[in-house]
């Protein structure tokens, strides 16, 4: 679990979280984010009261955020409240349907690819549809989906982000909340049929957000204007079955792991 208030304003929130955007770089035309992409900064909740969080930085890049190691698990559980500042100004026909997105909570392959195209599963907020989908890039050649789900992601509005994923079994679970109201706002759950156990080897997880419709040098449809989003009270719980039939529970004490792969694949 991680609130932020331990560290410092103005850092980065280390050793708990490493930083996404140094991890595999993007060539030219790619934009990767300067480092640190993310710190800590005082704000206020969904009710008004001080508090600490963490805010991607106001630049464009391809990864902004932070994650860190966990045990592959075959069940994964990660909730966090997130509010999205600004949005990038995403053009679709740079970005396709859906990319560019100002925060993601994600379960990922850290080290295989840049965040925003490594083998991946979570929710996050849109800059061109400005409302939440669930991602998916499954590891080994599985299966790869963009899924709307059916919510807008306002701007300055804490949300409560819960997300469970049977990496065993395939099945994708993503509910939202108003963080202050409380009030249920969308409980989804997706199964993909033909999954294999393979297909769920997650050993990190992140928060970040980034624009890969932004390209240097720009042209007339690349993104501009940079995503700012905060991620605050993250928790993540892990599950794995050391015996058929028996579950060990194992409450992880982990901070955020970012990840992201984006919409438009690149010419690469």
Do not use: H
Not at 109 to 126: D, I
């Amino acid at each position: 679990t991680d609130n932020f208030e331990s560290y410092a304003v103005g850092s980065t929130p280390s050793p708990l979280w490493l930083d996404v955007a140094p991890v595999v770089p993007l060539p030219p035309p790619g934009v990767n984010a300067p480092t640190p992409s993310s710190v800590v900064v005082t704000t206020t909740n969904a009710f008004g009261a001080p508090t600490q969080a963490l805010q991607t930085s106001n630049s464009l890049g391809v990864a902004k955020g932070i994650y860190t190691a966990v045990p592959v698990s075959n069940v994964y559980s990660l909730s966090a409240d997130l509010r999205t500042l600004q949005y990038a100004n995403t053009n679709a026909l740079a970005a396709g349907p859906a990319t560019d997105w100002s925060m993601q909570l994600t379960f990922a392959r850290a080290g295989v690819q840049n965040f925003s195209s490594t083998p991946q599963v979570g929710v996050y907020a849109s800059s061109l549809t400005q409302g939440w989908r669930l991602y998916l890039i499954a590891n080994s050649g599985g299966p790869i989906d963009d899924f709307d789900l059916g919510l807008p992601a306002m701007l300055n509005t804490w949300y409560s982000v819960n997300f469970d994923f049977d990496a065993v079994n395939g099945i994708a679970r993503s509910r939202i909340s108003d963080t202050l109201t409380g009030n249920l706002l969308v409980d989804t759950t997706r199964q993909y049929a033909g999954w294999q156990e393979q297909f769920g080897l997650f050993d990190s997880i992140a928060f970040f957000g980034g624009e890969v419709a932004a390209e240097s040098p720009s042209t007339a449809i690349s993104t501009t204007s940079p995503n700012i989003a905060m991620v605050d009270n993250i928790n993540v719980q892990l599950a794995a079955v050391p015996v058929p039939g028996t579950l060990l529970l194992v409450l992880s004490g982990l901070g955020v792991l970012g990840c992201a792969s984006r919409r438009r694949m690149r010419n690469a």
